[in-house]
């Protein structure tokens, strides 16, 4: 009888134990106290739901203008300045126009869509191959581990944009009875799937090399030694000590990814005019920076503020989820 | 002679991976739609036949294959479609130079300034030093190339009056290119190094080093310092893959006459030799690289090196 109330005491207090020192919950409660982690995390969450939620239509109502929409009468205007369109309807313009007296608001918050979009999905996909792989090819070692990451090695030489290229000038003018298959916006699907599948790269070698380390460490041993299968050594054991620097990399994934697509914008292969992302934004202001300050500005200060939240969010995670970082 | 093996066999595996690479650029190369033959003016069908036949389009593609890794071999890659009158191995041999001098020079700039500051930062964690020198980096980081090229030639060109921007001359171009490219890399490659480094630090040989009466200074470049750059060594290969993405923006924004200005001018004349030459060049440049920084990982961290 005893001993029955010791063993389920015993259980509800290990329960207890597990539920306080859980990795996530500790990593919250660590993050919580960074400021600028926070601070940051805010930005980001406040500027994806500007970007989700102002663009909504409903029927033809809007609470943004069409960001596509051209007044050749109202080209370059400053910021906070109210005008009226040739048909004499009243305009007003929080941040200025464009060279073609198209709503600048209107077009940093749809490209911002699209940028967050690429990046956020294009790093998903780069991160579960990329850590997947990793670990596998880490954990399994020898033969395996030598031709997973030959591969690995093949797809790196051939320098990623060029596949890039490759592949989006193939499939640009990949025509199925006359018709344009990626035609448009398709074509932005084209991108971040291509993104996607050359970003995991680096993330598959850096949990490989983390695991190469770890699997020598006592605890994989007394796993492996208790009979636990090598999937959920490398699912429950090794992955989750691989996750700071995963999720280090992964912070500096979608700001490379976002780059990575203005940098296919400014070739000419990113995101097709009249739409827009941060990127095409930047550099139709960098183009026009001499007369047009605003279109460079704003673009690039919503750039870089998101880009700057990431990273340091990264960093406060990484503090938060490092459990050496806890030792003092 | 361990180590001797190692070398071989990873020299081995990147001879295959080059051999890949050229198959993969030589298929992707030919399957893009449209003719390199076609002009502005309408190519009587005759002529196009004989076009055709005189450069072997006429046979299976993987006959082309063949006679094309045949070429290979005895040097030959064949001409250029879009810049008539010149070889590929011409217009390689001119601009591969001038690739190589800007991605090399940027990549030198990007570890003298960037390992320093890293360091630096971690070894004044969460001070205001820190903060500032980060903040720094993520301007660098976050400043796509093509913005940070024209404001650096607005800055030391119109407005320090430093450099001619309106001839756009030679040294001009070079400078600005290789802080242009270096800029970014120098920011990523910092942030790398103090993190990797805070890493390293926090280790328990590190504290018996300092409890053992260590200095400062000798713990962070004799102790952590190996074990701190490894991860900024292994980033070098995924690096250059970038470098090369970059040095197509700054090409293009400097107009110098690269590799990348190549390569994209074949693609949109659909100009296969050249696709195939540029991105052979590219790929081997860096392939090699990559061996060598195998074998420096291996020298820095050896539980790196084949285990089993």
Known sequence: MAKNIANTGLAADLETVEKGSSLGRDAWLRLRKNKLAMMSLGFFVFITLVCIILPIQIGDWSILPDPNKTHPS??????????????????????????????NLSRIVHGGRISIAVGVAATLVSLMIGVLYGATSGYLGGRIDSVMMRIVDILFALPFIILVILIITI???????????????????????????????????????????????????????????????????????????????????????????????????GVQPPNASWGSLIKEGADLMVTNQEMLFYPSLVFGLTLFSLNFLGDGLRDALDPKSSKD | MDTFRYILSRFLQSLFALFCVLTLTFFLARSIPGSPFLDEKAVPAHLMEKMKAKHGYDKPLIEQYGVYLGNLFTGNLGPSFGNKGFTVAEIIAQSLPVSAMVGALGLIFALIVGIPIGVFAASRPNSSIDYSL?????????????????????????????????????STAWVLGTLTLGLYFSGYIARLTRGSMLDVLSQDYIRTATAKGVSRLAVLF???????????????????????????????????????QHFIKGVTNRDPYLIQGTVMVLASLMLFMNFLVDIAQAWLDPRAKLKS
């Open chain 1, 74 to 103: 109202l080209k370059s205007l400053g910021p906070f300045s109210s005008a009226e369109t040739a048909e004499g309807e009243a305009k007003f313009f929080l941040l200025g126009s464009d060279y073609l007296g198209r709503d």
């Open chain 1, 171 to 269: 499939f640009q003018n990949f025509t199925i009875g006359g018709q344009r298959v990626f035609d448009g916006n398709k074509q932005l699907l084209l991108v971040f799937i291509t993104i996607g599948l050359v970003e995991w790269l680096t993330m598959a070698r850096i949990v490989r090399s983390q695991v190469i380390s770890l699997k020598a460490r006592e605890f994989v041993e007394a796993a492996r030694s208790l009979g636990l299968s090598n999937w959920r050594i490398i699912w429950r054991h090794l992955i989750p000590n691989t996750l700071g620097p995963v999720i280090v990399y992964s912070t500096l994934t979608v700001p490379a990814v976002m780059r990575f697509e203005a940098i296919l914008s400014f070739l000419g292969l």
């Open chain 2, 134 to 170: 980060m903040a720094f980096a993520m301007v660098g980081i976050c400043l796509p190339t093509f913005v940070i090229g024209p404001l650096l030639g607005q800055i030391f060109g119109l407005k320090l009056k430093l450099f001619d921007v309106a001839g756009w001359d030679g």
């Open chain 2, 222 to 260: 004799k102790h952590a310092f190996r074990g701190g750059i490894s991860p900024v060594v292994a980033y070098i290969g995924p690096a250059l893959a970038q470098i090369i993405a970059g040095s197509f923006v700054v090409e293009s924004v400097f107009g110098l006459p690269g590799l990348g």
